[in-house]
């Protein structure tokens, strides 16, 4: 560890600083992302969700006796409650859906009764995606829908997303997406779960602030800006000109660039191949074929590759998600990568209070008010 001098000062935004020590999750400059130590594209032909959840939180894979009790724990948590739904009624139809989840998940903290921690956090988990779901349509006043019995993580996740019946390989594709959104080291989302955590707060005031954090669409509010530019796009032939146009104005192009991926995002490139073949089975690849186009201008002009973001996004529009569901679907999942933070930061915690270099004034004479001119 490199000793700290006083006043030492940092790149802006952390940018290229390690913060801690992890256990969970590492991805490089060069494409490679590894969960506990297994590459992702293992992880993603192989697990399940639910498997992958397990993995990430306890840092191995868990024994089938261990897997249908972790299932189950999720299972038995599903009911978020008349309380809760009646709380996102009453934010109403014009309500941000992350600030509907985030204001639901803070009163869960004061409604739910689970008597310690590790029971804590699976509610959370397991609630996280009904609030998901729910977020958009509760406050305009239709009918909350509720996961169904027997179902897999996944499955029941989509189920109540969409009412559009999905194929064999559709669901199997929406549970590698939601895989590829659980965990990604450090990032703005779950330092904010680590900082809140470091305080000892509970994990729904942690999960609360991650889903502010998540928000803005830097983070996880890409997916949808994203969606929306391919809707406004529309044409492959068009992508050259409504890029420069973009670049003229300065304005970032949603769901490309990262702050550690400079060639390829590999969760990008896997859901890329996912969605063409999605389309090509439909018999209609135009999605795929706009998308293809503004991933090779955006490489041929900036050398910015896409993120998962960018290819997460026409996934689930092919799937019949409406746009504002996807952040909310990246916050289901996430939850679980977040309580892994959260739990590796408890078990070993510090305070993290950095300090700042103050470049204000100093030394200013009070002036009464009626003494102030202007
Ligand atoms: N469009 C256009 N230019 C870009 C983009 C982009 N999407 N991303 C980076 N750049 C340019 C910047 O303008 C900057 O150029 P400059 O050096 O000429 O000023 C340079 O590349 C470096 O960009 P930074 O924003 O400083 O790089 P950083 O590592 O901080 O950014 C970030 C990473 C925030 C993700 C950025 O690429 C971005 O804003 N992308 C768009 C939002 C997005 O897709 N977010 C999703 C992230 S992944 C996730 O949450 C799953």
């Known amino acids: 560890m ?65 897997l249908g009790s972790f299932i189950q724990g999720l299972r038995e948590r599903q009911n978020v409650g008349e309380k809760v739904f009646g709380i996102m009624r009453e934010l109403g139809g014009g309500a941000h859906p992350i600030d509907v989840i985030r204001t639901s998940t803070s009163a869960l903290g004061s409604i739910d009764r689970e008597p310690d921690l590790d029971r804590k956090e699976l509610s959370l988990e397991s609630k996280m995606s009904v609030l998901a779901a729910n977020c958009h349509r509760v406050p305009r006043g239709e009918a909350p829908r509720t996961p169904k019995a027997g179902l897999r993580f996944s499955d029941n996740l989509l189920q109540m997303l969409t009412p559009k019946e999905a194929t064999d390989y559709e669901r199997w594709v929406f549970e590698r997406v939601l895989i590829f959104y659980m965990e990604h080291d450090m990032n703005a989302s779950s330092f904010t779960v680590m900082v809140v955590a470091s305080t000892l707060a509970d994990p729904y005031a942690a999960a609360s602030a991650g889903l502010a954090s998540l928000k803005g ?44 991926y400079k060639e390829f995002d590999p969760r990008a490139r896997l859901c890329k191949e996912y969605l063409h073949e999605i389309l090509k089975k439909r018999g209609d690849d135009a999605l795929f074929r706009l998308s293809d186009a503004i991933e090779k201008e955006m490489w041929e002009k900036k050398r910015i590759p896409p993120n998962l973001d960018f290819y997460a ?29 959260y739990n590796e930061q408890v078990e070993e915690n510090k305070l993290i209070r950095p300090d700042s270099t103050y470049v204000g004034p100093s030394g200013l004479k009070y002036v009464p008010i009626d003494k102030r001119t202007g």
């Open 217 to 260: 669409p830097l983070h996880g509010g890409a997916n949808e800006a994203a969606m929306e530019m391919l809707l406004k796009v529309k044409d492959p032939a068009k992508a050259p000109e409504f890029l420069a146009k973009s670049f003229k104005e300065g304005k970032k192009i949603m769901g490309f660039g990262h702050r550690v």
């Open 2 to 66: 490199t000793k700290v001098e006083e006043g030492m000062k940092v790149p802006k935004g952390l940018a290229g600083v390690s913060i801690t020590d992890t256990k969970i999750s590492k991805s490089e400059a060069d494409g490679s992302l590894i969960y506990r130590g297994y590459p992702i594209s293992e992880v993603a032909s192989n697990a399940g969700f639910e498997e992958t959840a397990f993995l990430i939180l306890k840092g191995r894979l868990p024994t089938r006796t261990e």
């Open 313 to 341: 996004a026409p996934i689930f529009y092919s799937l019949g998600i409406e746009v504002p569901l996807y952040t909310p679907i990246f916050a289901a999942s996430r939850i679980f990568g977040w309580m892994a933070h």
